[in-house]
């Protein structure tokens, strides 16, 4: 895929294109963790259904669709939150995370936030920490409880073992009424190979971690939304050719 990604798309009339489901940070992101520019084009060009699939709490991806113009369908904290067209579903057991995240500030942990802590505010599913908080405890605590303690390179989640990305796009994808293998998947962390397993095709950026690369079929040579851009540009060619 070429490195000089478009800065907008050139989608053929009436071109059939699929779904996407589009992780967020570092994958729509500049490699400073703004949004890059170039989303505010690229996406609300795209014909079909676009979900994004963040490890962000709840209000960030439906923020994002509100300010790009496209329809709200959001996947939030890894799984736990699944928004399309007005159907809202909560999914886990978020009093044993809550307890679990009490054990850890009981036991010295620190979140890592500050006061206000606006990462974890508005969360109803998981809790996160700072990636400079303590690991080794964390991970104890995760174990006590029965839960999944996710490193996506941007923070630590403690979440619910039975929620995830993929399954998130399932339900995503039941009530949009579309297959989940018809979703193209973008992505760059750990938390992304769940999507990726679903999906029907799937693309790691080059600043992907490990285990995101392993899961995907495909590793981009670019990063970030160059990775991204050039994706979308190789499937609106297609559609074209």
Same mark, same amino acid.
């Given at each position: ?85 007005e159907t809202v579903r909560i999914e886990g057991d978020a009093e044993r995370v809550a307890a679990a995240a009490d054990a850890f500030r009981e036991r010295g942990g620190d979140l890592g936030w500050g006061a206000a802590d606006t990462v974890n505010r508005w969360r109803e599913t998981e809790v996160a920490a700072r990636l400079s908080a303590d690991e080794e405890l964390l991970r104890? %605590? /995760?174990? &006590?409880?029965?839960? =999944?303690?996710? $490193?996506? @390179? +941007?923070?630590?989640?403690? *979440? ?50 490990? %285990? /995101?690369? &392993?899961?995907?079929? =495909?590793?981009? $040579?670019? @990063? +970030?939304?160059?990775?991204? *851009? ?12």
């Amino acid at each position: 895929m070429p490195s000089d990604a478009p800065a907008s798309l050139e989608i053929p009339p009436d071109a059939d294109l699929p779904p996407l489901a589009l992780d967020i940070d570092g994958t729509l992101t500049t490699p400073d963790g703004a949004v890059d520019p170039r989303v505010f084009r690229v996406l609300p060009e795209w014909p079909a259904p676009v979900v994004l699939a963040t490890g962000k709490s709840f209000p960030y991806p439906v923020a994002l669709c509100h300010f790009l113009g496209i329809p709200e369908r959001a996947i939030a904290e890894n799984g736990g939150v699944v928004c399309v067209d007005e159907t809202v579903r909560i999914e886990g057991d978020a009093e044993r995370v809550a307890a679990a995240a009490d054990a850890f500030r009981e036991r010295g942990g620190d979140l890592g936030w500050g006061a206000a802590d606006t990462v974890n505010r508005w969360r109803e599913t998981e809790v996160a920490a700072r990636l400079s908080a303590d690991e080794e405890l964390l991970r104890a %605590v /995760a174990d &006590e409880f029965d839960l =999944t303690l996710l $490193d996506t @390179g +941007y923070a630590y989640h403690l *979440t619910d073992p039975d929620v995830s990305k993929g399954r998130g796009l399932r339900e995503a994808a039941g009530i949009l009424d579309v297959e989940p293998g018809s979703f193209v998947a973008v992505g760059d962390s750990m938390n992304d190979a769940s999507t990726f397993e679903v999906a029907g095709e799937s693309y790691a950026l080059a600043n992907a971690d490990d %285990v /995101a690369k &392993e899961a995907a079929d =495909t590793v981009v $040579d670019e @990063g +970030y939304m160059d990775g991204t *851009t050039a994706v979308l540009a190789d499937l609106a060619g297609r559609a074209e050719s």
